[in-house]
């Protein structure tokens, strides 16, 4: 839902950020390799117990999220390094939620199981419409120019990052904030499927 809206924002400043590595002769596929590896010690953070490190590391982890489409941006996009972008994008959205299992099972196990199987339904309905998109060739860019078609919705990953934000600076309230955003992104995957409906028929 407020993905536009942050995008307006940040990207003038991603661009700037992405011109200087590609200059620097960075490529967008080390970024993204980089950003995932960042995530994965985020997680690793929260399972120990260490959860402002974690929060850093995650947020370090989304800027090189968002600087590896500015670097795509000025060296040229690439199907490969789309299909990594999205698939080590969901790869870290699972990676966190399953550090605060690991830190405290009996009290988060539930609740982060809720949360990965919202976001495993969530993440289906939004695959599944972008390649019904791709082959009918839909119109429109709902998030800007993507690898894949992006229906906007509910749950997106400015509202996904803010969970995450508070997760780490909360953990105690871990199943109350899982179980909330467990609702908001079950209602994005049905707002997907009622939209695939009317479009796909």
């Known amino acids: 839902m407020l993905d536009g809206w942050a995008r307006k924002r940040i990207d003038p400043v991603l661009d700037a950020g992405g011109v200087l590595l590609a200059r620097a002769g960075v490529s967008a596929d080390a970024v993204t390799f980089v950003a995932f590896g960042v995530g994965l010690l985020a997680a690793a953070a929260i399972a120990k117990g260490w959860f402002l490190t974690g929060l850093a590391l995650l947020l370090a982890s989304r800027l090189g999220d968002g600087l590896d489409g500015a ?6 996009r690439t199907d490969r390094g789309g299909y990594l972008d999205i698939v080590l994008d969901f790869a870290f959205y ?67 990052l803010a969970a995450f934000t508070a997760f780490c600076l909360f953990p105690g309230w871990f199943p109350a904030i899982a179980y909330a955003f467990a609702a908001l992104s079950f209602y994005t995957a049905l707002s997907r499927i009622v939209l695939a409906a009317r479009t796909f028929r």
């Open 71 to 76: 670097v795509a941006r000025v060296n040229g």
């Open 94 to 160: 699972g990676a966190i939620p399953l550090g605060f299992v690991l830190a405290d099972p009996a009290a988060n196990a539930v609740a982060g199981a809720v949360l990965l199987l919202s976001f495993y339904v969530n993440g289906s309905t939004f695959l599944a419409y972008a390649v019904m998109a791709e082959r009918r060739k839909l119109p429109g860019k709902p998030r800007g120019e993507k690898s894949l078609f992006f229906t906007a919705g509910l749950a997106e990953a400015t509202e996904t």
